[in-house]
């Protein structure tokens, strides 16, 4: 069960991170997909930690696949940019979490 929350969220966050930048279209509507989202993700978390997932995996994963997914999701929905440089950089925070990962013996 700690994967399904862990993975739930991760999907909460992005979709409360994508909200947040949806805000500036002018909608004041964004601003509670913002509020949900963060609360959800939150509450995931915590229920993922409770469930016996270590912190430093946890928040690691967490942390890397939200800023991978949000970069990409960013250039798709928002044409924001995606370098190499910065799709380089995606790659090397999903390696160190994939060593701690490793070295936690989870």
């Known amino acids: 069960m700690m994967w399904f929350f862990l993975s739930t969220a991760i999907v909460a966050e992005v979709g409360g991170t994508m909200s947040l930048r949806a ?11 913002v509020a949900a989202g ?3 993700a939150f509450t995931m978390l915590s229920m993922a930690l ?6 430093g995996v ?3 994963i967490w942390a890397a696949a939200g800023v991978a997914i949000t970069a990409v999701l960013g250039k798709w929905i928002f044409k924001e940019p ?3 440089l910065m799709t380089a950089g995606i790659l090397l925070i999903v390696g160190g979490v994939l060593l701690v990962e490793l070295g936690s013996g989870a």
Not at 23 to 33: E, K, M, Q
């Open 23 to 33: 805000t500036l279209t002018g909608s004041r509507l964004w601003y509670l997909l």
């Open 38 to 40: 963060y609360l959800l």
């Open 50 to 55: 409770s469930a016996g997932m270590g912190i």
């Open 58 to 60: 946890a928040y690691g």
């Open 82 to 84: 995606l370098t190499l």
